[in-house]
C-alpha cells in the first residue's frame, strides 16, 4: 500500500536525520502515545470519566507552563502564549501541545455521552475535535521544526491522523475518516513492529482499537460485508471499545432497517419498533457470521451476545406494545402479540444452538465427562419444549416433537457411557437400546428433520451398535469371574474379618497397614433408654383409712411397737 511505503521511508529518512543531527544538536524525545495512555488509564478513563481526565489536564497545563515559566495572564489579563521552536530547550515543552488536544478531546468524548439526552451538544462535540486537531498539527510542526527523533516524528504524525480520523468521523466524511484512520493503524503497527516485546503491547492495543472505526466507514462507502466483519470483532473486545462497537453495529443496523412487512409462519408482525428491526437484520447475518467463526469458543461467543441483544429487544418491544398487551384478546393473537412470540422463537432457538456448540465443545475437548453432556443435551430439551409451546400449528409442533427424538436419542447414548463408566453394563445396554429406538423413531418424520441432525443420527447408528455389543461382553466377563472362587472379584469386600470368620478367603488387604480386621469405632446399638417423665403424682395420693377392717390387730401392733422403741431407747424393760 502507498501509506506503508511512506512509512517506510519515512523512517528511513528520520534514521538520517538523527545520525547528523547527533553530531552537534540536542535531539528531543516525546513518547506520545505511552503518556497519553498511562494519564488515561490514572484519571479517570479506566472507568469512561472524561470529565475527570478533561480536569487532570488543565491541571497538567498549569503546572507545566508554571514549571518551563510560560504563562498565558497576569493578574489582570490573558495574553496568549503559544509555544515555538526557538523557546524549545527541554522535552517538556513538547507535552503542551499535546495536553491540550488531549484535553479538547476528552471533553468532545464527555460531550458524546451527553449527546444521548441532549442533542444540541453534538455542535459542541464537533468544534472541541475540531479544536483538539488543531492543537495536535501544533504538536506535529513543533516536533518537525525542532531536532527530535525518528520515533516522536513517527508517534506525532499517528496522532494528528488519528484526531482526524475522529473529527472526520463524527462528521461523516466516511472516506478522509477512513485514510486518517488507516494511516493511523499503520504507523502504529510499524511502531509496534519495532520496538521491544515489553512496549509493543500498548502500540497492538491501539491498532485493534482503530480496527472496528474502520470497518465502519467501510460499510459506509458501500461494503455490506463490513457489519459481519463488526460481529466478529465484538467476542474478542471488552469494556469502553466493546461499548463504542456495540454503538456502531446500533447505528449499523437502524441504517439497515427497511419498511417492508415482517412475517413469520404465514402471519404480519405489524408495526415492528426499531429495536426489534435491528435484530431481525442481525439475525438474518448471523448464519453467515457464525459460518466465518474459526472455533467453537468464537461461535458460542457471538451466539451469547446475540442473546443478550435479544433479551433487550424483547423488554423494549414489551414496552412499546404496553397498552396492545393489557387488551389483548384471548382468542385470535395481535400483531404485537405475534412480534413478540417470534422474537422469542429466536432467542429460544439461538439458545438451543449455543447449547449445541457447547455440546461441539465438549465433545472434542478430551477432559469431558459424559455426565457433563448429558446436562447440556437435557438443556437442549428444556428450550425445545419451551419452543413447541409458542404455537399450535401441527407442522411447528411436529418439527419440535422430531428434534426432541433426535436429541433424545444422544441424550441416552451419553447416559449409558456414563454408566458404563461406572462397570454397570446392564443399565448401559437398556440405555443403549432406548438410544437407538428414539433415534428410529426420530428418522421415521423424514423431511421433517433437519439435515444436520439426519446425518448426526446416521452417524450414531454405528456407534450404539459397538458400544452395545462392547457393554454386552463386559457383562460376560464379570459374571464369569464371579463365578470363580479365586479371582480378585471374589476376594474383594467390604466386610470386616469379624463379620465372615466361618468364610475362607484369601485377602490381600489383611497384609497392608490398615486391614480390615474390625470396625472403629464399633457402630451403635439400640439400647432402652430411661423414662422422660416421672410419676410425682404418687407422692400426692392419701391412702384409704383400713384399720376398721384391721379390728384389734392394728392396736395390739401400735402399742407394741411403740413399748419396743421406748425400751431399746432407754435401756430398760428387757428380759
Not at 513492529?193 to 466507514?217: D, F, H, T, W
Not at 458460542?300 to 435479544?310: G, K, M, P
Not at 443420527?457 to 464379570?478: D, P, T
Not at 466361618?502 to 490381600?508: A, F
Request: proline fraction near 4%.
Amino acid at each position: 500500500m502507498v501509506i506503508e511505503e511512506k512509512g517506510t521511508e519515512l523512517l528511513k529518512e528520520n534514521q538520517v536525520n538523527d545520525v547528523a543531527a547527533a553530531k552537534g544538536q540536542k535531539t528531543y524525545s516525546l513518547e506520545i502515545l505511552k503518556i497519553i495512555k498511562e494519564a488515561q488509564q490514572q484519571h479517570g478513563l479506566r472507568h469512561g470519566d472524561y470529565q475527570r481526565y478533561r480536569g487532570y489536564c488543565s491541571r497538567r497545563l498549569r503546572r507545566l507552563r508554571k514549571v518551563l515559566k510560560v504563562p498565558q495572564a497576569d493578574r489582570r489579563h490573558f495574553k496568549r502564549k503559544d509555544i515555538t521552536p526557538v523557546m524549545v530547550n527541554d522535552d517538556k515543552f513538547l507535552q503542551i501541545p499535546l495536553i491540550m488536544a488531549e484535553r479538547c478531546w476528552s471533553y468532545a468524548m464527555q460531550l458524546r455521552q451527553e449527546s444521548n439526552t441532549e442533542l444540541r451538544k453534538k455542535f459542541h462535540l464537533v468544534s472541541r475535535l475540531r479544536k483538539a486537531a488543531t492543537y495536535s498539527l501544533q504538536l506535529q510542526e513543533l516536533i518537525e521544526n525542532v531536532n527530535c527523533d525518528a520515533r516522536t516524528k513517527l508517534e506525532a504524525q499517528a496522532y494528528v491522523a488519528w484526531i482526524q480520523g475522529a473529527l472526520h468521523f463524527e462528521l461523516q466524511l466516511w472516506k478522509n475518516a477512513m485514510e486518517n484512520l488507516k494511516k493511523a493503524q499503520v504507523v502504529y503497527g510499524k511502531l509496534a513492529s519495532a520496538l521491544p516485546e515489553a512496549e509493543q503491547v500498548m502500540y497492538n492495543a491501539r491498532v485493534e482499537e482503530i480496527a472496528p472505526g474502520l470497518r465502519y466507514c467501510a460499510y459506509n462507502i458501500g461494503d455490506t460485508t463490513a457489519i459481519d466483519d463488526l460481529m466478529q470483532m465484538r467476542g474478542q473486545l471488552s469494556g469502553e471499545l466493546l461499548a463504542s462497537l456495540d454503538s456502531l453495529i446500533a447505528q449499523t443496523r437502524e441504517k439497515q432497517t427497511s419498511s417492508e412487512e415482517v412475517t413469520w409462519r404465514g402471519k404480519s408482525c405489524g408495526v415492528v419498533p426499531p429495536r426489534a428491526a435491528g435484530l431481525l437484520i442481525a439475525d438474518s447475518r448471523l448464519n453467515q457470521t457464525l459460518e466465518k467463526a474459526a472455533t467453537n469458543q468464537a461461535k458460542i461467543d457471538l451466539l451469547e451476545a446475540h442473546l443478550i441483544d435479544c433479551k433487550d429487544a424483547i423488554s423494549a418491544v414489551r414496552d412499546f406494545f404496553k397498552n396492545d398487551l393489557k387488551n389483548k384478546d384471548n382468542e385470535k393473537l395481535t400483531p404485537s402479540q405475534h412480534l413478540i412470540t417470534y422474537l422469542q422463537y429466536i432467542r429460544l432457538s439461538r439458545t438451543l444452538e449455543r447449547n449445541l456448540a457447547l455440546i461441539d465443545a465438549a465433545e472434542e475437548s478430551a477432559k469431558a465427562k459424559p455426565q457433563d453432556i448429558v446436562r447440556l443435551y437435557e438443556a437442549a430439551l428444556h428450550n425445545l419444549i419451551e419452543i413447541s409451546q409458542l404455537q399450535d400449528d401441527e407442522e411447528f409442533v411436529r418439527e419440535q416433537e422430531a428434534k426432541t427424538k433426535g436429541y433424545r436419542a444422544f441424550r441416552c447414548y451419553y447416559m449409558a457411557q456414563s454408566l458404563a463408566n461406572l462397570h454397570r453394563w446392564r443399565e448401559a445396554m437398556a440405555l443403549y437400546q432406548r438410544s437407538a429406538q428414539h433415534m428410529k423413531d426420530a428418522l421415521e418424520y423424514g423431511e421433517t428433520l433437519p439435515k444436520s441432525l439426519e446425518e448426526a443420527l446416521q452417524k450414531l447408528v454405528a456407534s450404539i451398535e459397538g458400544a452395545k455389543y462392547a457393554a454386552h461382553a463386559h457383562s460376560v466377563l464379570e459374571e464369569g469371574q464371579e463365578e470363580e472362587p479365586g479371582t480378585n472379584k471374589y476376594t474383594k469386600t467390604k466386610k470386616p474379618l469379624f463379620e465372615r470368620l466361618p468364610e475362607y478367603r484369601e485377602d490381600p488387604a489383611l497384609l497392608t497397614k490398615q486391614p480390615n480386621v474390625y470396625k472403629l469405632p464399633p457402630s451403635m446399638q439400640p439400647i432402652p433408654c430411661k423414662p422422660l417423665f416421672f410419676d410425682l403424682a404418687f407422692n400426692m395420693v392419701e391412702f384409704p383409712d383400713l384399720s376398721e377392717k384391721l379390728g384389734d390387730q392394728a392396736k395390739k401392733a401400735g402399742q407394741a411397737g411403740l413399748t419396743g422403741f421406748v425400751k431399746g431407747l432407754w435401756g430398760w424393760g428387757n428380759k
